[in-house]
């Protein structure tokens, strides 16, 4: 998506250790008027798998999963990742391992919102080792729901995820793919 690549190079930072910080328009201050364009074009990459719920991950995806969400007429579910008095006990769990945040959380979702029925589509503001997808595919698993795809923001190419997930079948779209932040400079790949 040309519109997302020509604000990551103007406004995004290369910080070390592969980070490339968006929080200026993405996921800490949300530009609206580029996100309901993200949202458009996602929903043009699966409007013809027919998704019933769009799940995400706590908290930066559910931006963008929502602002997508009104062009499928679909709920948005997120992965919680910490357990509050007026949680079930009742719930789906997977282990995800952050990148950006170098931790492990248990994340989980209530069972009576991740139906058997449902067709999911995974929205994420990042993809990097796709830590956080596998998560979400594993809840996604043991509800014996169907994932139709995944729909990414950001991927950091060179880190493997996104490829991974690929050869694994699972429907990938990206609508900015960094090749390479060498130098402080994002390149895209072609």
């Known amino acids: 998506m040309k519109l997302l690549e020509e604000r990551i190079l103007r406004d ?9 910080k968006v929080g200026g328009f993405l996921n800490h201050l949300i530009d609206d008027a580029l996100l309901e364009q993200i ?19 706590e908290a930066s995806g559910i931006a963008i999963a929502c602002y997508a969400a009104r062009h499928f007429h679909a709920p948005v579910l997120f992965a919680k990742k910490s357990k509050t008095a007026n949680i079930s006990s009742d719930c789906f769990t997977a282990q995800v391992k952050s990148y950006t945040h170098g931790n492990t959380s248990t994340v989980f979702v209530e069972k009576e919102y991740l139906r058997p029925e449902d067709r999911i589509l995974i929205i994420d503001d990042f993809l990097a080792h796709g830590e956080a997808l596998r998560g979400l595919i594993s809840l996604t ?11 990414i923001a950001i991927e950091k190419g060179f880190q493997g995820g996104g490829d991974a997930l690929r050869a694994q079948g699972v429907k990938v779209c990206s609508l900015a793919v960094v090749d390479s932040m060498e130098g402080g400079k994002v390149t895209f790949r072609e």
């Open 141 to 151: 698993d043991q509800a014996g729901a169907h994932l139709v795809g995944c729909a």
């Open 39 to 57: 949202g458009t074009e996602i929903y043009a990459l699966f409007k013809d798998d027919n998704v019933t719920k769009i799940m995400t991950i």
């Open 12 to 20: 995004g930072k290369v910080y070390p250790g592969e980070v490339l």
